[in-house]
């Protein structure tokens, strides 16, 4: 079974989640700069067999789109075009920052590491794709 990657789209940085390969488990992999995501999943890509992308599409708790959405719309365009054979799916990704941030100091984790953006935007993705991954029934 191939894998389902997780992705928090940023204008600077990028949160990255996968599942196993039995789509079991949802884990943030990485947290890159937005401008080399699409060499990161070309690389992702050429290891690992990934069947879809989820993409938490940035709403304000009214459900109207965020200041990024149109950007993630494009992302989400080129997604498409170059890899037809993987689905795309956009998810909504209210509250994930928020949540992440809370499952982090939860985690018990450091003042200090609990200040890098780049943990939250990895553990957002994870949590994006874990609801995608419940509300299909996985």
Wanted: net charge neutral; charged share 30%; hydrophobic share 40%.
């Amino acid at each position: 079974m191939a894998r389902i990657m997780g992705i928090d789209y940023g204008t600077k940085k990028t949160g990255i989640a996968v599942t196993d390969s039995l789509q079991i488990i949802c884990s943030g992999l990485d947290t890159i700069p937005t401008l080399t995501l699409y060499d990161f999943i070309e690389k992702y890509l050429e290891t690992e067999e990934v069947e879809k992308i989820v993409v938490g599409m940035p709403l304000h708790e009214d459900g109207n789109p965020a200041q990024i959405a149109h950007l993630v719309v494009g992302f989400i365009r080129k997604l498409r075009k170059l890899y037809p054979a993987i689905e795309v799916v956009e998810w909504d990704e209210r509250g994930s920052s928020k949540a992440a941030k809370e499952v982090i100091f939860m985690s018990g984790t450091k003042k200090s590491k609990r200040r890098d953006k780049s943990l939250v935007d990895k553990i957002a993705a994870a949590l994006i794709l874990q609801d995608y991954m419940e509300q299909n029934h996985w």
